[in-house]
């Protein structure tokens, strides 16, 4: 069996308390799934909980990898409000790096992006770099790439799985990455049609993500 890729993307949302319900109904659902080592699941929740489901995961002993929606391009310093790799290399194995939301409102440019790559690559942090068209430019030393066509993301239509395939196939045959995740509106009902594609490796989930049973649902049906 090839690697499979659940990445979950809380971005924005998410209290203390909701990921404490988050994380024990989950526990309670993983037992019951039996997930293979081929099948990495990977949470991505906001700053501010990554301690809190780092405690969860190894209480609960889920078969969970912890990564960051962002990173900071600078190294430790003075920089207020960012968060270090050396920093956040303690708590996440995986970084989201250029998220089209981080393009669009934190102006984040490809400069800014491919610092964030070596910043990562510099401590040991698999970045998952986004982009919303096949043209984009990859920085060097990323191995898994997610494509998230921008009407995709968040609007209940996702993409073809035409279009996810020849994008992703495009992508590997074009770069030296080693995994292509499609995002954009993944769910239960919809996510085998990608995962079954010869050159889509996983998938990047927002708002189905959010509740245990809509990512197991994803997991189970994929
Ligand atoms: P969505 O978000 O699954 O809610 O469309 C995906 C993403 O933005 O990563």
């Not at 988050?22 to 990554?50: A, G, T």
């Not at 990173?71 to 920089?79: H, R, T, V």
């Not at 495009?170 to 990608?194: Q, W």
Request: proline share 6%; hydrophobic share 35%.
């Amino acid at each position: 069996m090839r690697k499979q890729f659940f990445v979950a993307n809380w971005k924005s949302h998410k209290t203390i308390e909701e990921t404490r319900e988050w994380f024990s109904d989950m526990s309670l659902r993983l037992h019951e799934l039996n997930i293979s080592d081929e099948q990495k699941l990977i949470v991505c929740p906001p700053y501010p909980l990554l301690s809190f489901c780092h405690e969860a995961i190894s209480q609960h002993h889920l078969p969970i990898t912890l990564g960051s929606e962002d990173i900071s391009p600078f190294p430790e310093g003075a920089y207020t409000g960012a968060v270090s790799a050396r920093l956040l290399r303690e708590l996440v194995t995986y970084t989201i790096i250029g998220h089209s939301e981080r393009r669009q409102y934190f102006s984040e440019t490809v400069e800014i992006l491919s610092e964030k790559v070596k910043m990562s690559l510099a401590s040991g942090i698999e970045p998952i770099y986004c982009i919303s068209n096949k043209e984009e430019k990859i920085p060097q030393g990323v191995k898994i790439v997610a494509y998230e066509p921008l009407s995709a993301i968040g609007s209940g239509h996702p993409d073809s799985p035409d279009d996810a395939e020849a994008v992703a196939k495009f992508l590997k045959g074009n770069n030296d990455i080693a995994h292509v995740l499609y995002g954009g509106s993944v769910t239960a009902e919809d996510v085998n049609s990608y995962m079954h594609l010869p050159s889509i490796d996983g998938v990047l989930v927002g708002g189905a993500s959010l509740t245990p049973e809509g990512f197991c649902g994803i997991i189970q049906h994929a």
